[in-house]
């Protein structure tokens, strides 16, 4: 197989993984997948960031670590503290690669690892969010009764 071919096929893993959080998932899921598409559009498919130094993508990791800092603040759940920790780490390994460059496939392969489990940490939120069936009762409804 081609590198071209294991790049579709990641980029197709990466948008299963954050239409499964988007249709299954919790505010905080749906909120990480939207900023993750937007990041996989911005930093993967657009065409002059491709194979650019970590100081030219650099920024867009840095908003996207401060966006994951914010979500897990505000978060009560521990797989934002999880997601927050990968980013910070691939942060360090984009000042790592700044400051003292190592060869372009051990750097690639650093940044797939700490997507890749990104994306796990993703996937595993989203399939363990309880979502409230249509059979169960509204607890709204009964404090809205309890309080007329």
Do not use: E
Not at 23 to 38: D, E, F, I, K, N
Not at 139 to 146: F, M, S, T, V
């Amino acid at each position: 197989m081609s590198f071209g071919l294991w790049l579709w096929i990641s980029v197709g893993f990466w948008v299963a993984v954050c239409v499964l959080a988007l249709v299954r998932g919790g505010a905080s899921v749906r909120l990480v997948a939207t900023l993750l598409l937007v990041y996989l559009a911005w930093n993967r498919l657009h065409p002059f960031l491709s194979d650019r130094p970590p100081a030219l993508t650099f920024p867009a990791d840095m908003a996207a670590t401060l966006v994951m800092s914010i979500v897990a603040l505000r978060s009560t759940r521990y797989w934002t503290l999880a997601a927050t920790s990968i980013c910070l780490v691939g942060l360090g390994t984009d000042l790592a690669q700044m400051i003292a460059p190592v060869s372009g496939s051990a750097f690639g392969l650093a940044q797939m690892m700490w997507a890749y489990a990104f994306v796990l940490v993703l996937a595993i939120a989203a399939l363990r969010t309880k979502r409230p069936s249509k059979d169960s009762p509204d607890p709204a409804a009964g404090r809205r009764a309890q309080a007329a």
